[in-house]
């Protein structure tokens, strides 16, 4: 290989090869040419003009015969008669010339192709290669795209193993602006995705991933394909977000629209054909397009850390444009199914499906109500889950139980939460017992007052008692509501009492108890108030309440200051029934063993001498 490169590198100069390429433009008795060219092009050790010089010959020989060129098939076909035939000779040649045509091309095209993908080719070498792939993409028959040229070329980006960031970024700034180049990709990615392997082992959408635990962060060839496919798809902008509907393959609309619609659509809807090119008509095949090729993509084996990032883009970068969102109810429900984080983050997409699109989900505060965990604390996405918490207890149609449950969980969870969470939490049953006036029994409840006369005379004759005060008295303190129960019908939450949320009275924060304090105040005055914003207090944390802390303006500073000079740490009156001895000079501490140790100023300075 190193000979034939000092070979090459020797036996042409630049003004040798340009003449090549003239040559070859020019007349068919230099046809011989083109190879010579094309391996000057895929020589990595050529220099990069006469790569370049090469590249813009071929391209220019090839662009006037590429309408003829079919890449399906190089082979003669059966009817073209053998040699020796009489007075068919010309035929044979011609036919012989037309396949070494399309095999020169196939192999043209292979070469523009590896060298756009490898990523030591020169970057400039990457650009030209890149724009000759697309340019020779557009120069179909009757203005149509050559779809069969652009689908190799993606195939390509997907199944290399290297980085395609320069590529895809390439086609996001020059290609993908074009309506035709996203339609042709939708259908290539969706074919891709199809027909890999590893997806069809399985049709059900979502959870696939966890199959195979080697595969979970996507370390193999299997999920650089997935990646890949990913990386492209999450780039292809919608038609709202493209500036506007230009057509690559053609410069008057109608020719290029022609790829979009089959022949038969004006046939059988019994319009006109310009109708049918009607922007319209063209935005909803591409709507279907993408949806197909989005829901292909879920079916495969998801990484773990691409799941994720899929789940917390999905609501806003796929659901708006497909043609029909709620086909993706299964992947989403699937993965609400899953717990965890995973469930978090797939609560939004399907909280669009329900409120948006009328998707009916009977479980979904069961498992809402399941997804209130301390964890939820440390969440990575914990400010959007409880936004759209609140969101979704905002209906007034909700049963009593059901948001008594909520609040009195959030309640429980505020005790062992860090302050920024006591401080959302109290924000949450502040808008819940305003929305729901049916739960306010929490606040005000007595031990008497916990249930009706008919539901405790129940309660007292299961426990085999027979006057109904005496049973409720000796319940005094006990809280009935079920903290381990995941459902919220059975977690007796219309019998308890938000007796944690006067707890928070006394945090430690004083920015917690402040705000409970507050907070009480409002729901005297209703009418005067109104609902807390969650996203004030969602993403709070430590930082944020000590940045708040240190800002703000303390009108009386408190000082170290005392009348006399204390004699202990804490006063006795801390401690009832213990008593400290403590004198000027000694301090005696009696402990279990017995044995009495004395130590003093004194006996500490006699201790130095000896020592010393």
């Given at each position: 290989m190193a000979t034939n490169s000092a070979k090459t590198r020797s036996k042409y100069s630049s003004a040798e090869v340009k003449e090549l390429g003239h040559q070859l433009i020019t007349s068919k008795a230099h046809l011989n040419n083109?190879?010579?060219?094309?391996?000057?092009?895929?020589?990595?050790?050529?220099?990069?003009?006469?790569?370049?010089?090469?590249?813009?010959?071929?391209?220019?020989?090839?662009?006037?015969?590429?309408?003829?060129?079919?890449?399906?098939?190089?082979?003669?076909?059966?009817?073209?008669?053998?040699?020796?035939t009489a007075g068919k000779e010309e035929q044979f040649a011609e036919a012989v010339y037309k396949k070494w045509l399309k095999s020169t091309f196939n192999d043209f095209v292979s070469v523009l192709i590896d060298l756009s993908i490898s990523p030591h080719t020169e970057q400039s070498l990457r650009v030209v290669s890149v724009d000759a792939i697309m340019e020779l993409a557009r120069q179909g028959k009757g203005g149509a795209f050559r779809s069969d040229i652009y689908f190799r070329f993606l195939r390509a980006i997907v199944q290399s193993t290297s980085s395609i960031d320069f590529v895809v970024q390439l086609l996001v700034t020059k290609f993908f602006k074009s309506m035709d180049v996203c339609y042709f990709s939708f259908i290539g990615l969706d074919k891709?995705?199809?027909?890999?392997?590893?997806?069809?082992?399985?049709?059900?959408?979502?959870?696939?991933?966890?199959?195979?635990?080697?595969?979970?962060?996507?370390?193999?060839?299997?999920?650089?394909?997935?990646?890949?496919?990913?990386?492209?798809?999450?780039?292809?902008?919608?038609?709202?977000?493209?500036?506007?509907?230009?057509?690559?393959?053609?410069?008057?609309?109608?020719?290029?629209?022609?790829?979009?619609?089959?022949?038969?659509t004006s046939k059988k809807s019994g319009i006109s054909v310009d109708e049918g090119f009607s922007t319209c008509s063209i935005a909803k095949r591409i709507k279907s397009k993408m949806s197909k090729a989005w829901l292909s993509f879920l079916r495969l084996r998801l990484p773990l850390d691409l799941y994720k990032k899929v789940l917390s883009t999905l609501h806003q970068d796929v659901i708006p444009h497909l043609a029909n969102p709620i086909l993706l109810c299964d992947f989403l429900t699937r993965s609400y199914e899953v717990g965890g984080v995973?469930?978090?983050?797939?609560?939004?997409?399907?909280?669009?499906?329900?409120?948006?699109?009328?998707?009916?989900?009977?479980?979904?505060?069961?498992?809402?109500?399941?997804?209130?965990?301390?964890?939820?604390?440390?969440?990575?996405?914990?400010?959007?889950?409880?936004?759209?918490?609140?969101?979704?207890?905002k209906s007034p149609l909700l049963p009593a139980y059901l948001t008594a449950a909520f609040a009195k969980k959030l309640s429980r969870l505020a005790l062992s939460a860090p302050p920024s969470g006591a401080l959302v939490i109290i924000a949450l049953i502040h808008n819940l017992l305003r929305r729901h006036p049916s739960i306010n029994c929490l606040v005000h409840r007595t031990v008497y007052d916990e249930l009706d006369t008919s539901q405790r005379d129940i309660d007292n004759e299961a426990r085999g008692s027979k006057t109904g005060v005496d049973s409720y008295i000796g319940e005094s303190g006990v809280d009935h509501f079920r903290i381990e129960e995941t459902d919220p019908v059975k977690a007796n939450a219309m019998r308890s009492s938000l007796w944690e949320v006067e707890t928070l009275r006394r945090h430690y924060c004083p920015a917690v108890s402040r705000f409970v304090l507050s907070l009480e105040n409002d729901l005297t005055v209703r009418a005067k108030t109104s609902e807390v914003a969650i996203n004030d207090f969602s993403s709070g944390s430590y930082g944020t309440i000590f940045n708040d802390a240190v800002g703000r303006r303390?009108?009386?500073?408190?000082?170290?200051?005392?009348?006399?000079?204390?004699?202990?740490?804490?006063?006795?009156?801390?401690?009832?029934?213990?008593?400290?001895?403590?004198?000027?000079?000694?301090?005696?501490?009696?402990?279990?063993?017995?044995?009495?140790?004395?130590?003093?100023?004194?006996e500490k300075s006699s201790k130095k001498q000896r020592l010393g």
């Open positions: 083109a190879p010579i060219l094309l391996s000057l092009l895929s020589n990595p050790s050529s220099p990069l003009g006469h790569a370049l010089e090469a590249l813009i010959s071929l391209q220019s020989f090839f662009t006037p015969l590429i309408s003829r060129i079919s890449l399906s098939s190089a082979r003669i076909s059966a009817d073209v008669p053998l040699p020796g891709l995705a199809r027909n890999y392997e590893p997806a069809k082992s399985d049709d059900k959408m979502g959870m696939i991933w966890q199959d195979d635990p080697q595969n979970i962060n996507g370390s193999g060839s299997e999920g650089v394909f997935i990646f890949n496919i990913h990386n492209i798809l999450s780039r292809i902008p919608s038609l709202e977000d493209q500036v506007e509907n230009e057509m690559w393959s053609q410069s008057e609309p109608n020719h290029s629209l022609r790829s979009l619609i089959p022949e038969d995973i469930s978090v983050m797939a609560l939004n997409g399907l909280f669009i499906l329900m409120t948006q699109h009328g998707l009916e989900y009977p479980d979904f505060y069961k498992k809402l109500y399941a997804l209130l965990a301390p964890s939820i604390f440390r969440a990575k996405h914990r400010s959007h889950f409880f936004q759209l918490l609140d969101s979704c207890l303390i009108k009386q500073v408190p000082l170290a200051f005392y009348k006399m000079r204390p004699t202990s740490l804490f006063p006795e009156a801390d401690f009832p029934g213990w008593k400290f001895e403590h004198g000027q000079d000694e301090l005696e501490i009696r402990p279990n063993n017995g044995n009495d140790l004395f130590e003093g100023d004194g």
